[in-house]
C-alpha cells in the first residue's frame, strides 16, 4: 500500500479519489482548507510552502503519488483572476517542486494534475497570460488579462492551459521520468462537482453553462473520474508519461475534432530536430 498526497481532498474530484484511495488501503494525506489532514490556504505563498513542509512530514519524505485537484473556479469577482492564478497554478507547481524528491525516492511514483478540457475549447486566451505564469511571474498574467472581458473565465483557461504545459515540460525530464516518477494530466468537462453546482446556480452563468456542447448528453460523475485518477496512479499507467488526458463527454472532439493530432509543421521542425538528436535510450 502507498501513500499519496491530494489536494482539494474535501470535496469533488479531489474528495472522490481520496476516498477511493483510502478504500483500496492507500494512506492519503489531504489538503484543503477543512477536513483535511493538512489545511492549508493554497491561494498564498506561505500557505502553499506550509502545506508542502506538513505532507512531507506525514509521509516521511515518501511520497507513492500526488493528485492535484484543488482548484478555482471562473466566478465573477473582483479578485478572482489572482485567486485562480496561484491555486491552480502556484498550488500544482511549487507543491511538486517541493514533493518532487519524495516522489523520486518512492522509486515508482506516479503524479496526476486535473487540468481542464478549457485548455482547448475557451478561445482567444491571451498568450502572454499563460507565458507569464510558466515564467512565475503572478503579476505579469493578471496585467495581460486586465480590462478583458470575461477574465476570470480567460483567467481559469489561462492557468490550466500553462499547469498542462509545465507537466509536458517537466514530465519528461531527467528529474521527474528519469527518476521513475510519472507525471501525467487529466482533462475533465463538465463534472458535476461543487464548482459546476456554483455556476449553475450563477443565472449570469448557468445559460452558458448549459449552451456548453456535451454530446454524450450529460454531465460526469466526480466518481468516474476519480476511477481515472486510480488508473494513473497504477502500475497500468506505467508507461503514461506528458500525457494529457480528456475526459470530457466528448466536447472538445466535437468543437475541435480537425485540430489534433497535429502534423510537426516546417516551423517547428528545428527544434522537433535538435531534440530528437540529443536524445539517448538510457537502457
Known sequence: MGTYAV???????????????????????????????????????????SAAEKVLAEAGGHLDGAVMAAGIGPMPGADRCRLIFQVNYFGVVDLLDAWRPALANAGKAKVVVVSSNSTT?????????????????????ERALRLRPAAPAMAYAASKIAVSRWVRRRAVTPEWAGAGIRL???APGAIMTPL???QL????????????PVPVGE?????????????????????LCGSVIFVDGGSDAYLRSEDWPARVSAAGLPRYLTRFAKYRFKK
Open 7 to 49: 489536494t482539494g481532498s474535501a470535496s469533488g474530484m479531489g474528495g472522490a479519489a481520496a476516498a477511493k484511495l483510502r478504500a483500496a488501503g492507500h494512506t492519503v494525506i489531504g489538503v484543503d482548507l477543512r477536513d483535511a489532514e493538512v489545511t492549508a490556504d493554497l491561494s498564498t505563498l506561505q500557505g502553499r510552502r
Open 121 to 141: 475549447t475557451t478561445p482567444l486566451v491571451p498568450w502572454r497570460a499563460v507565458r507569464a505564469l510558466l515564467h512565475s511571474e503572478a503579476a505579469g498574467a
Open 184 to 186: 501525467n494530466a487529466l
Open 196 to 198: 459546476l453546482q456554483q
Open 201 to 212: 446556480d450563477d443565472p449570469g452563468q448557468a445559460r452558458a453553462v448549459r449552451a456548453f
Open 219 to 239: 454531465y460526469g460523475d466526480p466518481g468516474q473520474l476519480a476511477d481515472w485518477i486510480v488508473f494513473m496512479l497504477s502500475d497500468a499507467a506505467d508507461f
